[in-house]
């Protein structure tokens, strides 16, 4: 090994504990034992590792990690939010952030190169992120914490929107609205937010013993940009049309208010239509759209606290944690019929 190059990894590796228990040997952080202090030292020494200075140097590193898909959404929709909530955290903290972006499309991801020289990884969202990678971490003991994502039968620290209850508040919305004949447009089966959304919507339909008709529930066309709109056209074709639309996203809900404007109906008149998301551009729609609010900003930065806590071995704990959302009612909707 080069030992100019050693990094706190290897550092971890040679000494046989995690890398947390480097920083707070490094640092001179409580709770770590005589023995398992001068092992560390020890090996930092054959390395010859120079740890970084707080003062004067550049400050302590973490990942972010997000599937390529999500890049364009940086700039505005939901996870530009929540990506400006961790930087500005972390910034907060004295740390900086590292974009790593995970293309399918690419052979091999290079997980080495991802954790190289840093203290923790968030990973942001799941869809074309397979569970594989993240538990790769989680193995290699790496400080991890997911937004708006989990994996079943792992225990690994979350901050989540509160999808299946944003689901169920929207649909709720319009069943007390007299609407019983709803439509749902979808979202890709391989985000876990989407599905729980999905799930709160069917929730609040089966306790008026009602469902969604399949031919209500089109399927998201994969690859396209305006998959909302699409859906919509195809509910739109039938010779039988809902009186109410719920979208799983504002931007699903946005394609859709103009496939019904482009087929001469009128919103919220002929069909209302509601969503999720809260997005900055939900309440310069024609009309403002009806929808329930995740705080994405709150939801980047809790998840930076959580690692930044992790990293530094405070908290331990590992939990599932899940942010309110709150029913935001403007016109798209309507009024009881």
């Known amino acids: 090994m080069n ?10 590796s040679a000494a046989g504990v995690s890398v947390t228990t480097v920083w707070m040997v490094i640092h001179n952080k409580p709770g770590i034992s005589p023995h398992t202090a001068e092992k560390v030292w020890s090996v930092i020494n054959d390395l010859d590792y120079r740890p970084r200075k707080p003062a004067g140097s550049s400050p302590d590193a973490v990942a972010l990690l997000i599937e390529q898909s999500s890049i364009p959404a940086i700039s505005d929709v939901f996870y530009g939010d929540v990506i400006r909530g961790v930087q500005s955290e972390a910034e907060r ?10 293309d ?13 020289d840093v203290q923790g990884v968030v990973v942001a969202n799941d869809g074309d992120l ?10 290699r003991n790496i400080p991890i914490v997911l937004i708006e994502s989990y994996i079943a039968g792992h225990d690994l620290p979350c901050v989540l929107g509160d999808n299946f209850m944003a689901g169920y508040q929207i649909t709720k919305h319009l069943l007390n609205l007299g ?8 979202g890709p089966s391989k985000y876990s937010s989407l599905v729980d959304r999905l799930r709160g919507c069917m929730a609040a ?4 013993h ?54 001469g109906l009128r919103i919220p008149e002929d069909i209302a239509i509601g969503s999720i998301d809260n997005t900055k551009e939900s309440q310069f729609t024609r009309p403002p759209l009806t929808t329930v609010h995740i705080p994405k900003y709150e939801i980047g930065m809790l998840a930076m606290q959580k690692l930044n806590r992790i990293i530094r071995g405070e908290d331990p704990t590992v939990f599932k944690s899940v942010v309110y959302s709150q029913l935001i009612v403007r016109k798209s909707c309507g009024s009881a019929r």
């Open 3 to 12: 030992k100019s190059k050693a990094t706190m990894r290897d550092i971890a």
């Open 210 to 263: 009602l469902l969604f008709p399949p031919e209500w529930m089109p399927e998201p066309l994969s690859g396209h940009p305006l998959k909302g709109y699409v859906q919509m056209k195809q509910i739109l074709a039938l010779d039988r049309r809902p009186t109410a639309v719920i979208a799983i996203s504002d931007k699903t809900a946005i394609g859709a208010m103009d496939a019904i404007r482009e087929a």
């Open 93 to 102: 903290l004295g740390m900086r952030v590292v974009l790593s972006v995970f």
């Open 205 to 208: 339909m089966a306790e008026e």
């Open 179 to 186: 609407h019983r004949d709803i439509a749902v447009l979808k």
């Open 104 to 116: 399918r499309n690419k052979r091999g991801f290079d997980l080495n190169g991802l954790i190289h």
């Open 130 to 139: 397979p569970a594989q990678t993240v538990l790769q971490l989680k193995a």
